[in-house]
């Protein structure tokens, strides 16, 4: 064998396994949302080597040096630490719950308010259809042991017919609220 064939072999075996050295050294990794299932996109991935990686839509992130450790974090997900040991091809990371108080909303002009609801019950009897009724009947008579006699029947009947204007007095008096 000639000389230049040797030293084309030897040159060709040198890239095949520097390349082949590089890409072992490559680690692939796919980050995902722990509750939806959902790639996690812009994640930054930081190695204790100082390498740092961006996560694709799709989740994926390439890490190009051997590390011993890497740290992910997204605004949106808890802040991850993981040793080599511990990485696997996809990484699991769990959203950061955020809990809101209760809002409450007062108005500023509840008198304004008041006076228009109370404008609007006045005029409601004025938009009501007559009553035609030719005959009336009382459903809940039907389940009375005893039938009530006419003084009890009318004073029900007052109690009804006065029902909107009593509850309308008894939420007036309601304290108002600071």
């Known amino acids: 064998m000639s000389s230049y064939r040797i030293h084309l072999i030897t040159l060709l075996t040198m890239l ?17 949302d722990k509750e939806t299932g959902e ?15 961006v996560s694709t839509k799709m989740g994926h992130v390439t890490l190009n ?6 740290t992910i974090s997204h605004i949106s997900f808890l802040q991850r630490k993981m040793d080599k040991k511990e990485v696997s091809d ?20 509840r008198p304004l308010i008041k006076s228009v609801v109370k404008d609007a019950v006045k005029d409601a009897a ?16 039907m389940f009375e042991k005893k039938p009530l006699n006419k003084k009890a029947r009318k004073r029900n009947k007052e109690i009804l017919e006065n029902w909107d204007k009593d509850y309308n007095n008894q939420t007036e008096e309601l304290p108002k609220k600071p």
Do not use: C
Request: glycine residues 6%; charged residues 15%.
């Open 65 to 70: 040096n051997s590390f011993e450790s890497l």
């Open 126 to 141: 004025l938009y009501a259809p007559p009553s035609q009724a030719i005959a009336t009947f009382d459903f809940f008579s």
């Open 39 to 53: 790639p996690v996109n812009k994640a930054t991935i930081v190695t204790n080597k100082g390498e740092s990686a």
């Open 16 to 32: 095949l396994f520097g390349s082949g050295r590089e890409a072992m050294s490559q680690t692939h990794l796919v980050l995902i």
């Open 90 to 109: 996809t990484i699991w990371l769990l959203p950061k719950a955020i809990h809101l108080h209760e809002v409450v909303v007062y108005g500023e002009d």
